[in-house]
Every structure is written in C-alpha cells, then in structure tokens.
C-alpha cells in the first residue's frame, strides 16, 4: 500500500533555528518512503519557483507598502502551490515547505498589523482547500533569536526589524498553533539539535504512521 501524501510547513521567527532541522526531517523521510517510491520535495516561500526566487529578492530587499508586500507574498504562493505543491501531492509525493500561509498570518498580520480578515480572504482566494498536514513551529525568546542571527551576513528587511516587530510575529504565531491545534507541534528550540531531533523523530514517525492508515 502506497503511503499518502503529506504536507509538512516549518514556520518560526527569523533566528528560530528551524532551517537547521529541514533537510534532516527531508532526508528521514526520504529514507522511509523510497521503498514505496515516493519522493520528498522541499521548497521555500516566499520562492519555490523560478519566478517566485524571482520575487524573493525584491520581497526580501526591497521597501514597499504593506499591502502590496502581502499581495505578493500571496502571488508567490499561488505560483508556488500552482507548480510545485499541487502536482507533487496529487503523484502521491510528500512536499516540505520552509515557511507557509502562516508566515503572512505572523509577519504580515502580527509584525505589521495588517488586517488578519485582508489575509483571511486572500488565503481563501489562494488555496481555499489546501493547509499543511503538518506545521512545526520552532519557537524561541526573542533574545535567543536575534543572538542566533549571523551578524557577519547582510540581513535582509525584516531580519533589521525592531524586538517589538518580532514580539508581534511570534504572538500571532502562538495564536495561530492555538486555534490550529490539530496540525501545529511547537518545537522548543532553544534545546540542543539531539534532543529537537529526538521529537521530530517522533512526529515522523506519526505521520508516517497516519499516512498509511486507510480511510
């Protein structure tokens, strides 16, 4: 029996260490399901595209009203989930995503106080019928986060943000595992990466577990 295919989303505060952990998680899984040939995909947003690497640049670099930040973060999603996600699930793939809709929810809405119903009804317009089957939310103090930041590197816009901005991001990050229970898993990671890769290994194994289960 062939296992289902799934959608796994790593969101977090910029700092968060959640980049650290995909391609551990991609390489798990990858070894799990080549038996049943079924390959694992990851991407990123806002990217995952050539047009939408495209836009990351300008996205990440450049100032420009807020609004229009949103509604471009959202044109690369749909692109993203146009070319890549949709046809990967729909072969029976799995797919894991270094940032998703909930990114906007908190940078967007939380960091920048636009309007949660503005992102509500894009959402509905962009993937009305597709959500992660799985988001890990790496979650850390702030203070943590902006040490974890590499000074050495040029950051883009919203890593020179303030601590009020990412105090904001991280609520609505919060919020969102609350009212989403069912999806979200909150990741401590101010814990060494053993002991992180301990319960990831656990939460594969659950949703490796769920995905062969039949309906």
């Known amino acids: 029996m062939k296992p289902t295919a799934k959608f796994i989303s790593f969101e977090g505060i910029d700092g968060a260490g959640k980049s650290t ?3 551990y998680v991609a390489e798990r899984l990858q070894q799990a399901l080549a038996v049943h040939d079924v390959k694992v995909f990851s991407s990123r947003e806002p990217g995952g595209t050539p047009l939408g690497e495209t836009l990351r640049e300008v996205l990440l670099q450049q100032k420009m009203h807020l609004e229009t930040e949103a509604l471009l973060m959202f044109a690369v999603r749909r692109e993203h989930i146009a070319q890549l996600i949709e046809p990967a699930l ?3 793939d799995w797919v894991i995503s270094d940032r998703f809709t909930d990114a906007s929810f908190a940078y967007q809405g939380g960091g920048r106080h636009l309007s949660l119903d503005k992102l509500n009804a894009l959402e509905q317009w962009v993937h009305p019928h597709l959500q992660p089957d799985l988001t890990l939310l790496f979650d850390v ?6 040490a974890r930041l590499d000074a050495t590197r040029q950051l883009d816009k919203f890593e020179q943000e303030k601590a009020d901005f990412f105090a904001d991001t ?3 990050y919060l919020r ?4 989403f229970p069912d999806r979200f898993r909150i990741i401590d990671s101010t814990q060494t990466i053993a002991e992180i890769r301990q319960q990831l290994d656990v939460l594969i194994d659950v949703l490796l577990a769920s995905s062969m289960k039949v309906a």
């Open 21 to 23: 952990h995909i391609a």
């Open 141 to 146: 103090p702030l203070d943590v986060a902006r």
């Open 176 to 179: 969102r595992a609350a009212e």
């Open 170 to 172: 991280r609520n609505e």
């Open 90 to 92: 729909s072969r029976g």
